[in-house]
């Protein structure tokens, strides 16, 4: 029985500067049966007294931050881990609220959860706090957190809440030529002037597709498929004609349709767009063929140019393991490789595993895996147990084979002392409470079985919570080099849901939102993935 009303929105908004005729549907064929990815545990499942113990640890840290959050900054946007002050980030729409929906069903809150979800049904999406939202922000932690708590629950004013945010968010692609811009403008919109952008990370604009796509698939109204699909037909018309053929650049020009930036890069501003493609598979259930296609296109040239192994101490054992992926910058016609390296691109040691097992691909799946061992490799080289913001390692001549160590050229080329051999420099020595490395250890774990990526994940989480934990919650830190009291932000992003979701769902039986029945996105949100009816 149904626990929640639904009073707000009227009947969707029909007006629009530039429509869009016929309207792009999705495919009536039935979804394929795409190949397992999870590994078939049967009964090799370690299910022991000392990991129900760590789960439960995940499980209490996350309760502490969410009784702060509502005694302290309820229906703001974040809570502030040190003071217990509360700030609004993300338009005042209870951002932290939102996105820890599904993470309170998940680990059993149900009163929490009926709580929270009461409240974001009743959020006033016509009063925010600024002059207009970042779409892309918007779309993944309120659309998509509502969308999954749908998928969970089964609430239907949650889904209707949903369709009411997406009606909205819709009409930012009412541009000339129907790509969206960055920041959605409110008064902009209701005047007919929003524009796409000369220059924004191509992440943005990209992924957009599975939200979108879901709602389609639950409201049976195409145009918000047809709306991502525009983007889409942009991403394959232009794979090919990049100075990097293959990828597609840092930065997009969506107003001229054009890809004019030099650099290129698996790490910010263009992550989800890959990540979205072989997700957007899985969601569609292999009906547009066509991701596929662009990530096997696009991993093939980053495999090719941004892929390389660095240069450590064990080289007769760890460099063979341990794989990144920099950046490319094209000058003249040559290729430079920066080996330069983000927490955040630690997603993509996920990305390559998952894709692997969908696209039958286990090369990838092997990669996926050398590249969340670098992960877990930089995780381990610092006083505090915990991966930096932003970092450079020295790659070695061959991606396909491990160099001997050099002392001389590590002290020539960086030899940050603060950390372990093989960090060559550090240019953000921040962690932000950032999900990347848990993640990727996560789904190594769900696609092999290999029961190693738990026990690094507890070691992670360990690192994390003593480096982090304030009176309210857990806070970002200024520096991950400091041993003993690290210096905290006061900041507590509503992703901090999401890491704990990660570290969570690691330990209990792998059936609990298996990786066959959810696809995450990229703000750790399951949406459920149609099964043939055959």
Known sequence: M????????????????????????LSAEQPLLLPAVQHDFGSSH???????????????????????????????????????????????????LVDALDTLWIMDLCDDFYEAAAAAVSLDFANSTTA???????????????????????????????????????HAFDT????????????????????????????????????????????????????????????????????????????LNLRDKTLPDNLFTLGG?????????????????GSEPRY????????????????????????????????????????????????????????VGGMFGLAGKLLQLPYHVSIGEQITEGCVWAYNGTPTGI???????????????????????????????????????????????RPEAIESVFVCYRITGDERWRDEAWIMFQSIMVATETEYGNSAIEDVVMEGQTKKKDEMESFWAETLKYFYLIFPPPDLFSLDEYVFNTEAHPLRRPKPTA
Request: hydrophobic share 35%.
């Open 2 to 25: 149904e626990r929640l009303s639904y009073t707000g929105g009227g009947p969707p908004s029909s007006w629009s500067y530039f429509p869009t005729s016929p309207l792009r549907s």
């Open 46 to 96: 370690v299910d022991s007294t000392e990991i129900r113990r760590r789960q439960d640890a995940v499980r209490s840290v996350f309760l502490k931050c969410w009784r702060s959050y509502k005694s302290r900054a309820w229906l703001h946007d974040e809570l502030k881990p040190v003071t217990g002050g509360a700030r609004d980030t993300f338009g005042g729409w209870a951002a932290t």
């Open 132 to 170: 207009g939202v970042n779409l892309f922000e918007t779309t993944l932690r309120h659309l998509g957190g509502l969308l999954s708590a749908y998928d969970l629950s089964g609430e239907e004013a949650l889904l209707r809440k949903a369709t009411e945010l997406g009606e909205m968010l819709y």
């Open 176 to 251: 000339p030529n129907r790509m969206p811009p960055f920041w959605f403008d409110f008064e902009a919109a209701k005047a007919g002037q929003l524009l796409a952008d000369t220059s924004v990370g191509s992440a943005a604009p990209a992924s957009l597709a599975l939200e979108f796509t879901r709602l389609s698939q639950l409201t049976g109204d195409a145009k918000f498929f047809d709306a991502i699909s525009g983007m889409t037909d942009f991403l394959e018309t232009t794979q090919n004609t990049s100075l990097l053929p293959g990828m597609w650049p840092k930065r």
């Open 269 to 285: 501003q263009a992550d989800s767009l890959y990540e979205y493609l072989p997700k957007m598979h899985a969601l569609l259930g």
């Open 292 to 347: 596929a296609a662009l990530y096997g296109t696009a991993m093939g040239t980053a495999l090719k140019h941004l892929a390389f192994r660095p240069m450590v101490p064990d080289a007769g054992n760890t460099s063979r393991s341990i794989l990144f992926t920099g950046d490319v910058s094209l000058e003249n016609g040559t290729n430079a490789l920066i080996p330069s390296y983000q927490h955040l691109s630690c997603f």
């Open 387 to 433: 991966m930096p913001e932003v970092f450079s390692l020295i790659p070695c001549p061959e991606v396909d084979d491990s160099c001997q160590w050099n002392e001389t050229r590590w002290q020539r080329e960086g030899a940050d002392e603060r950390f372990a051999k093989g960090y060559a420099s550090v240019k953000d020595s921040r962690y932000i409470l």
